[in-house]
C-alpha cells in the first residue's frame, strides 16, 4: 500500500547530488545525479508523496481538475516571428525585461515560506490526515517558497529568481540593459468574499492556491516560447552556445515547476471532494464550492488578464520603438506578425 503520510523532513528531502548547479556565475540550488542528469530540490518525497495522493483521489472516483496549457485561450505575446523580428533589429530589451521581470517575480514567491496554513481539517468533515490537503503546513507551501525565491535556510543558494536572471545574463551579457518596471501583482486581484460559507481566512488562501496555480500553467507557455526563442539559430547568431544553454536553464525550472502543478492541482481537486462544515453549521459539497470559483479564476488569467497584458505589452514595445531609426516601420512590420490580428 502506497504511503500517504509524510513528515516535514520528508517533504523538504532532497537528492544526493554528485555535482552542485553553478552557471553564469550564480550558486544555484538543486544539482546533478552521476548520470548528468538535473534533479530539482526537495522532491525526494515531494514526488512520490504527490503520485500516492492522486493515484488515491482518482481511486475513490474524483478526476484531477485540469491544470494544463489546454486552459489558455491566448499564446505567448509577442509570438515567435515577432520576437525574432524584434531581435534581428537588435531589439532586445522587451525580452530582456521579460526575463528579468519573471526573474523578479520568483523571488517573491519566498513569501510562502512564512505563510501559516490554517488546520483545514477544522472546516473539512473528511479526515484529511492523509491527502495533499493534510500536509500543506508539513512543508509543501514552504518547499514551493524556498524553489521560487530562496530557502532562508540555504541563503548561499540561488532559485528561480537567480535562475532567470542567469538564462537572461547567457543571452544578452551582464547588464546589458536597465532593470524594468515590475508590476506590483501578476495575481487576479481581490474581488471580495466569494466563499462567505467559510472563515475568511481559509478562503484566502484556497485563492491563493488558484492564482498561483494558474500562475503556474501561464509559466508552463512562456517555458516552452523562452526554450524556443533561444533554441533558434537566428536568434542569438554571436551567443549561440550561451543561448543553447540558456534554454536549458529555463528547462530545469519547467522541472522545477512541475511539483508545484502537481501538488495545487492535487490540493485543489481534493478540495472538490470533500464535505466543508459551513461557519452557519451548513454542510458545503466540495464540488459546489470550489468549481464556480476555479471556472473564475481560469477565465480571469486565460482570457481576461491575457488580453490586457497583451495591450500593455503593444503598447511599451511601440513607445520603445517610437524613438528609434525607421522604428515605425519596424512596429508596423512587428504588427503584421500579430496572428491574434491575421485570425480575425
Request: net charge negative.
Amino acid at each position: 500500500m502506497a504511503k500517504l503520510t509524510y513528515t516535514r523532513d520528508e517533504l523538504m528531502a532532497s537528492h544526493d547530488y554528485a555535482k552542485p548547479q553553478v552557471e553564469a556565475g550564480y550558486k544555484l540550488h538543486g544539482g546533478f545525479l552521476a548520470d548528468g542528469s538535473y534533479v530539482s530540490p526537495r522532491v525526494l518525497y515531494r514526488w512520490p508523496a504527490v503520485n500516492a495522493w492522486q493515484k488515491a483521489l482518482t481511486a475513490k472516483g474524483y478526476p484531477l481538475i485540469d491544470a494544463t496549457v489546454q486552459l489558455l485561450k491566448r499564446g505567448n505575446y509577442p509570438n515567435i516571428s515577432q520576437e525574432k523580428l524584434l531581435l534581428r533589429h537588435g531589439v532586445g530589451v522587451p525580452f530582456w525585461n521579460s526575463l528579468t521581470i519573471t526573474g523578479i517575480i520568483e523571488a517573491r514567491g519566498k513569501l510562502l515560506c512564512d505563510l501559516q496554513a490554517p488546520d483545514f481539517q477544522t472546516i473539512i468533515e473528511d479526515d484529511i490526515s492523509e491527502t495533499c490537503t493534510g500536509h500543506l503546513h508539513k512543508g509543501l507551501l514552504y518547499a514551493h517558497g524556498a524553489d521560487e525565491g530562496g530557502d532562508p535556510a540555504e541563503p548561499e543558494y540561488g532559485a528561480h529568481d537567480q535562475m532567470w536572471f542567469a538564462a537572461r545574463d547567457l543571452c544578452f551579457g551582464k547588464d546589458r540593459y536597465p532593470m524594468p518596471n515590475v508590476p506590483e501583482s501578476i495575481g487576479r486581484p481581490d474581488t471580495g468574499r466569494l466563499m462567505p460559507q467559510l472563515p475568511a481566512g481559509f478562503e484566502q488562501l484556497i485563492l491563493l492556491l488558484m492564482n498561483v496555480l494558474m500562475i503556474e500553467v501561464r509559466a508552463e507557455s512562456f517555458f516552452a516560447f523562452c526554450c524556443q526563442i533561444m533554441r533558434d539559430e537566428e536568434a542569438f547568431p554571436d551567443r549561440r552556445a550561451e543561448a543553447q544553454l540558456a534554454a536549458e536553464m529555463v528547462e530545469r525550472i519547467r522541472t522545477d515547476e512541475a511539483i508545484h502543478v502537481g501538488y495545487l492541482q492535487t490540493t485543489i481537486s481534493e478540495m472538490r471532494s470533500f464535505t466543508f462544515k459551513g461557519i452557519d453549521g451548513s454542510r458545503v459539497k466540495g464540488s459546489d464550492l470550489i468549481d464556480p470559483i476555479w471556472e473564475g479564476m481560469v477565465y480571469w488569467h486565460a482570457v481576461t488578464q491575457a488580453d490586457f497584458g497583451r495591450e500593455q505589452t503593444r503598447e511599451a514595445i511601440r513607445a520603445g520603438l517610437e524613438k528609434a531609426p525607421n522604428g515605425a516601420k519596424l512596429f508596423a512590420e512587428f504588427d503584421a506578425l500579430d496572428d491574434v490580428k491575421q485570425a480575425a
